[in-house]
């Protein structure tokens, strides 16, 4: 009994200190002048220098943003007009945001902390309901590996009568995965951070089967998106999006956005294939030219070498260099056009040419040799 007691009272010390630690934070977080916020660096440099511990920062982040940036209700007609930097600048310059200003910034002040925050798009369910509507949360994985969620826009105000009311709320701070997909889907499946993603249908309430083996790995699927090309990033992201099931209008735009850049990136990876070639194809006529001019060079040295004072043996040296030299250009653009994107007519241009020194250079190499006979 006395055991048990112990272990009671150590758990509501442990729970008791946490909660402790945040009161303390949400202190500082309301003491700090709004004047004297005029950046991502000087808000860092507050944190850092009064937390230590990572939920500590976190919860200045998340508090200071929900209690200092307010819902930018005009702006809500043009979510496009805000983007990454600029979306920071004019946050925290303008006090107003819709849910990517928040997100950017909240984002923007992690990373400067060191913490991994990633920008996540989806939709809402409100009341029970779905709104067909772009949404933007943050998802951050902490250093012990563990993934939260966190909604400063949520956390920043709330509807009330048809009114959006200024009131700070933490349920959406540091929220478990498990909890937050009851309120919020994702697009990418990939960002519902469970090993059983539910599908779109779900979300909507429809109740389906369940394969009770199945398993998704989305710290192996997360780990290896981030260093996929942009082209099968976007292709896996629609793979992904088609199994969850695309249901509504801002799913619908978020696709068609990502079929979008997945063309364009398409198109610039080529570019750079062929771009790749190009710059190949050119070392290989360096090559060439290196060729031709060191065969004239032996050429003229063959009349009087005698009386510049080199031996055979040198000569032989230099002939034997050359002919390797040419031999591994030739064996260059063989390989190069079997390439995706060889411009064949170019290279068997330049081919010929090199097959041709080739042959000067092996009956040089030849005649070489007989001065050593």
């Keep these: 009994m006395r055991q048990a007691a112990i272990i009671l009272g150590l758990v509501i010390w442990t729970i008791s200190g946490f909660s402790q630690n945040f009161r303390k934070v949400d202190r500082f977080v309301h003491q700090i002048s709004k004047k004297d916020i005029v950046s991502v660096d000087t808000l860092r440099m507050l944190i850092e220098n009064n937390f230590s511990r990572e939920p500590d920062r976190l919860r200045a982040i998340y508090g200071w943003i929900c209690s200092n940036i307010t819902y930018d209700i005009d702006r809500m007609a043009n979510p496009l007009s805000y983007s990454s930097d600029s979306a920071v600048r004019g946050t925290l310059s303008k006090r107003k945001a819709i849910c990517s200003g928040y997100v950017d910034l909240f984002i923007a002040i992690s990373r400067e902390l060191g913490i991994k925050a990633h920008y996540i798009s989806g939709y809402t369910k409100q009341n029970g309901v779905v709104v067909d509507l772009e949404h933007a949360w943050v998802a951050a994985r902490l250093a012990n590996g563990q993934w939260k969620l966190f909604d400063p826009t949520w956390g920043a105000s709330e509807w009330v009568n048809g009114e959006l009311v200024k009131r700070v709320s933490y349920d959406y701070f540091m929220v478990e995965p498990v909890e937050f997909i009851k309120t919020h889907m994702p697009f990418d499946p990939m960002w519902q951070l469970l090993y059983q993603p539910i599908k779109t249908d779900e979300f909507y309430g429809q109740k389906l089967s369940k394969d009770d083996d199945y398993l998704f790995n989305y710290n192996d699927t997360i780990r290896d998106y981030q260093v996929l090309s942009e082209s099968r990033m976007f292709s896996n992201?629609?793979?992904?999006?088609?199994?969850?099931?695309?249901?509504?209008?801002?799913?619908?735009?978020?696709?068609?956005?990502?079929?979008?850049?997945?063309?364009l990136a398409l198109q610039s990876e080529e570019q750079a294939q062929r771009d790749l070639w190009l710059y190949a194809f050119d070392q290989q006529t360096k090559n060439y030219r290196t060729s031709l001019e060191m065969y004239e060079q032996l050429k003229g040295l063959l009349g009087d070498y005698k009386q510049r004072?080199?031996?055979v043996e040198q000569l032989i040296y230099s002939s034997t260099v050359l002919i390797r030299h040419t031999d591994d250009c030739l064996a260059a653009l063989s390989k190069l056009r079997t390439d995706k994107y060889a411009d064949v007519e170019l290279l068997d241009g330049l081919k010929d040419?090199?097959?041709?020194?080739?042959?000067?250079?092996?009956?040089?190499?030849?005649?070489?040799?007989r001065l050593g006979k």
């Design 309 to 311: 004072g080199v031996s």
């Design 237 to 263: 992201l629609m793979r992904r999006m088609e199994w969850a099931g695309i249901k509504n209008e801002a799913a619908k735009r978020y696709f068609s956005m990502t079929e979008k850049y997945y063309h």
């Design 353 to 369: 040419k090199v097959e041709n020194i080739f042959d000067l250079v092996k009956n040089q190499n030849m005649s070489v040799r």
